[in-house]
């Protein structure tokens, strides 16, 4: 996720980072240009009419177009807002589980922290990995309940360090019992692991309806299409400048959409899950051995 000042207008206008959707649609913008200016030379070389009329057609869909694209991108944030709630609702439950566990398990049983500790911080990092459909083992704390040749084979390794997490903390329970809801207080947290899970899966795995997306990739291709046809008519090479503008500001709303529907990829306005992930880590550890270290 990119870091930046909100308030720096005059940076953010003349940055570009290597995911701008300018660097992106420049070469595009080129072309149409091209094909603008070659539509206007013809026009104006065998067809010097005026037909301003031409233009409505251009000027009332517009304003429709951008509707669709409101409601469009305003779709995607609502998912990825929704992810960092999720995300951040993580980072809570991970810190209220250690917390619970803190005051339940006796600073004299070290390596039961020890083990409860890497457990809970292993789940954001599993997490974070299986969204991204990935299988790798990197950053995980393997312990003696969760080996290494085991967790390798397993499919959904959320739902197995949530499982082994379960059960080191129903044995925590049963040897430090101090009232009979010792593991109701618990569970309330991890339950709320699953549940993250689940509803991170929701988003991740419905997209936009396919018909939709189409839909609007094909009316802002005819729109654009059209538009040195209709305008070159009326203002000449000025349609040039204008036709590419307006096609980097409707293509980019559909590429910035799309980028941000499904937020827990690697792209550069992706939720920063990487560093939450190590911010739990280092908040767990803090509760659970700070005070050995």
Request: aromatic content about 12%; glycine content about 4%.
């Amino acid at each position: 996720m990119v870091t930046y000042n909100p308030k720096d207008w005059f940076k953010l206008i003349i940055h570009f980072h290597k995911s701008d959707t300018f660097r992106i649609l420049f070469p595009t913008m080129l072309l149409l240009g091209s094909v603008t200016w070659a539509v206007c030379f013809v026009e104006k070389r065998y067809l010097p009419m005026d037909v301003p009329a031409l233009t409505i057609f251009h000027q009332i869909s517009g304003f429709i177009i951008s509707l669709v694209l409101v409601f469009r991108i305003n779709t995607a944030y609502d998912r990825w807002w929704e992810g960092r709630k999720l995300w951040g609702s993580l980072v809570n439950n991970s810190r209220n589980l250690a917390i619970k566990l803190h005051a339940l398990v006796p600073r004299e049983e070290v390596a039961l922290r020890e083990e409860l500790y890497k457990l809970i911080s292993n789940f954001p990092f599993a997490l974070k990995e299986h969204l991204r459909n990935n299988d790798t083992l990197e950053d995980i704390l393997f312990t003696k309940s969760l080996t290494k040749p085991t967790y390798s084979k397993v499919a959904h390794k959320p739902n197995y360090i949530a499982r082994q997490l379960t059960v080191e903390c129903l044995s925590a329970v049963d040897k430090h019992t101090r009232t009979p809801n010792d593991y109701l207080v618990l569970s309330e947290n991890l339950n709320q692991l699953s549940d993250i899970c689940g509803a991170c899966e929701r988003i991740k795995r419905t997209p936009i309806p396919y018909s939709y997306s189409i839909f609007i990739k094909k009316v802002i291709f005819l729109y654009i299409i059209t538009m040195p046809v209709a305008f070159g008519l009326t203002i000449g090479y000025w349609a040039v400048p204008i036709v590419m503008f307006m096609f980097y500001a409707f293509a980019s709303l559909e590429l910035i959409s799309e980028e941000i529907e499904d937020p827990f990829g690697t792209d550069s306005n992706d939720l920063p899950t990487d560093e939450m992930s190590v911010r739990i880590k280092e908040n767990v550890r803090e509760i659970l051995l700070g005070d050995e270290d």
